[in-house]
Each structure stands twice: as C-alpha cells, then as structure tokens.
C-alpha cells in the first residue's frame, strides 16, 4: 500500500503532463495567466494532441475557432494561415491571448468566467450574464458549458496541487 501511495504523485504527473511546458510557460507569462489554467485548457480541449479538429471547427491544441483566431489576429496585427493552430506554438500562443482578454473581461468572475465564455464564446457569457437575475454561473450556462467550466477548473486545480502556483 505504500508503494502505491509513493508512486501516486508520478501516476497523477502522467494524467496531468505538461506537454509543450517552454511554450506555455513562455505564452502564460507574456500574456499573464496562470500557466496551470493554459495546462487545463490545452488538456481539456485537445489533450495535448496539435492536430486535434473539433466537430464544430475548431482547431489545434487550444482548440480555437477559425472566426475566433481571425478575431485574436486583429488584436495582434497578423495575418496567418488558419492550418498554422495546428503549430504548437502558435495555438499556445493565441490560447494564452484568449484566456487573457477573458480573464480581462470577465475579471470579476475569474478562471470559472474565463473557463465558459472559452466554451461558449464571449458574446455567450455576456447573454447569460444579462439575463441571470443574480444567478450563480453554475445554474445559467448550458449543460455543456457547466461540464466544460467544471473539468477545466478541476484540471486547473489538479495542475496547482502537482506543479505549484504557475
């Protein structure tokens, strides 16, 4: 039984890697946020897999939507291909931009906020806010934003408890 417990740090370290770790620390630190959130958005959405492709379009590791990373590029000044997500470092790059615009936005609600209008885009999250009559998060989003919001938060949790605060 000690040996189990001895080797479970190891065992969770492989369920939560940090794939990827100098582009996320790099990206995490420009763009301020917390590099475990960028860890539970990438493992959440593509688990760590850079030519992942949603059902819906989206695209790379952070899984970004074509009309999205148009969006991000405005902000940036660039005009890159959309078959440059499936770059590693340029999905990291515009996942880490994402998540701080929406932890701008949202700043009141934090990584949840951030968490669901990454799901359901910004737009989205402010409808549902708009229209919550004071109600949690939790009881206004989608069903399939709530899953969403509750395994990033919980893989970000995991990656906090593992690697530390980054």
């Given at each position: ?165 980054t």
């Open positions: 039984m000690a040996a189990l417990v001895a080797l479970r740090p190891t065992l969770e370290r492989q369920l939560y890697p940090r794939k990827y770790a100098d582009l996320t620390a790099r990206y995490a630190a420009e763009y301020a946020v917390p590099e475990a959130l960028l860890f539970a958005v990438i493992r959440t959405e593509s688990s760590f897999r850079p030519n992942a492709v949603s059902n819906v379009g989206a695209r790379g590791l952070t899984q970004i939507m074509p009309e999205t990373f148009r969006w991000l590029q405005s902000k940036t000044g660039e005009q890159l291909p959309l078959d440059t997500l499936f770059t590693p470092e340029v999905s990291i790059r515009y996942g880490a931009l994402l998540l701080h615009l929406l932890l701008e936005e949202f700043v009141a609600g934090g990584a949840p906020y951030a968490a669901a209008a990454y799901h359901a885009g910004r737009g989205q999250l402010n409808q549902w806010l708009q229209n919550s009559e004071g109600r949690p998060l939790e009881q206004i989003a989608a069903p399939a934003t709530r899953h969403y919001m509750r395994k990033v938060m919980q893989a970000y949790e995991k990656y906090t408890k593992l690697y530390g605060g």
